[in-house]
């Protein structure tokens, strides 16, 4: 475990949080949940028949393990009018009908997803926090916290980022740690989407991997170097969220547009940004699109050795978090510490 894992499972669990996992059917997560409530870093709430998981997982031990059943918990009718709710006057695309009829309908509905079960469970208050996606795609995972936890106040855009974590103390990453946004969920965000990234991002950089963020906003042009505006107009896209952003948070320590070398690189940021206070100290890095940030987090963990931790989610009012299909159970041990740490 690396020590940045570790500092965040340690402050995970002096702040004791609930986190419900609604895959109670995956053998990960029934293994992890179990570690977690071992290990003391956070309370979990599985959802699933506590028969049917013990009969799938032989040697699984559930003491301090809370399981709710969906099918017999009593809580079901004040979720259920929740989510309509929520969703009232909303109209389903594809039959043209109101998504609920009734709050009967809305119950119906929530037996059959325990996702969306478990983000109601988190918008009543009766968890701190949701990971799910062990089975489920990120579209299933995410499409409850858009519909009924919403974004926080001041953001308009969920996001993603990954915790990069360095095998080894680097002249370039001197925190040890790196915030790579948005890498999993935005495919070509407008300006204001990624002035919305990169303060999400700096939230994560200074509450999760316990850095100062430094925020530098990625493009191949380095302050109008290049442009191109004949084809994507990305620069002046980067351009555009980089006043933004410092409009939204003037006090942040984030600049750009910077190639990744003028971000990183003391000599190169001095030479291409002088009097920059991030060119060359660089440690969140907000790229200009999916397919940037999903190729670069990826290098560097193939090339360079970082640990990916996430995608890690962003913006929601209360902290959803989505799972790779194919994590093992460190992998959701660390997304249930990540999230605890998100919550309030």
Do not use: W
């Not at 709430?45 to 032989?58: D, M, P, S, Y």
């Amino acid at each position: 475990m690396s020590d940045i894992l570790g500092e965040i499972i340690a402050k995970a669990k002096a702040k004791n949080k609930n986190i419900v996992l609604p895959e109670g059917e995956d053998k990960r997560v029934v293994a992890a949940a179990c570690e977690v409530v071992k290990e003391g870093f956070a309370r979990i709430t599985l959802l699933g028949c506590r028969e049917e998981i013990l009969a799938a997982n032989k040697n699984a031990d559930l003491s301090g393990v809370n399981v709710v059943n969906p099918l017999t918990d009593p809580n079901a009718d004040k979720y259920a009018e929740i989510l309509f709710k929520a969703r009232e006057g909303k109209i389903n695309k594809k039959t043209g009908l109101p998504e609920y009829a009734d709050v009967a309908a809305a119950k119906a509905s929530i037996l059959k997803d325990y996702t969306m079960y478990g983000a109601l469970m988190l918008k009543a208050g009766d968890v701190d926090g949701m990971v799910s996606g062990a089975c489920h795609s990120t579209a299933n995972t995410l499409r409850p916290g858009l519909q009924v936890i919403k974004t926080a106040p001041g953001i308009n855009t969920v996001s993603s980022c990954f915790i990069m974590i360095a095998p080894k103390a680097h002249e370039y990453n001197p925190d040890g740690v790196a915030v790579f946004a948005d890498c999993a969920i935005n495919i070509e965000p407008d300006a204001k989407q990624i002035a919305d990234i990169a303060l999400s991002s700096a939230e994560t950089a200074k509450n999760i991997a316990g850095i100062e963020p430094r925020v530098a906003m990625l493009s191949f042009s380095t302050k109008g170097s290049g442009n191109d505006d004949k084809y994507f107009k990305s620069v002046p896209k980067m351009q555009e969220a980089t006043a933004l952003a410092k409009e939204m948070a003037p006090d942040l320590k984030l600049d750009g547009e910077f190639q990744f070398d003028a971000a990183t690189a003391p000599e190169v940021g001095e030479l291409k940004a002088p009097g920059s206070t991030v060119a060359g100290h660089a440690n969140v890095f907000i790229f200009p699109n999916i397919n940037a940030g999903n190729i670069g987090y990826k290098i560097a963990q193939r090339f360079g050795g970082y640990m990916a931790l996430g995608p890690v989610c962003q913006g929601f009012a209360k902290p959803i978090n989505d799972l790779s299909r194919g994590c093992n159970v460190d992998d959701v041990k660390a997304v249930v510490a990540i999230t605890a740490l998100q919550a309030e």
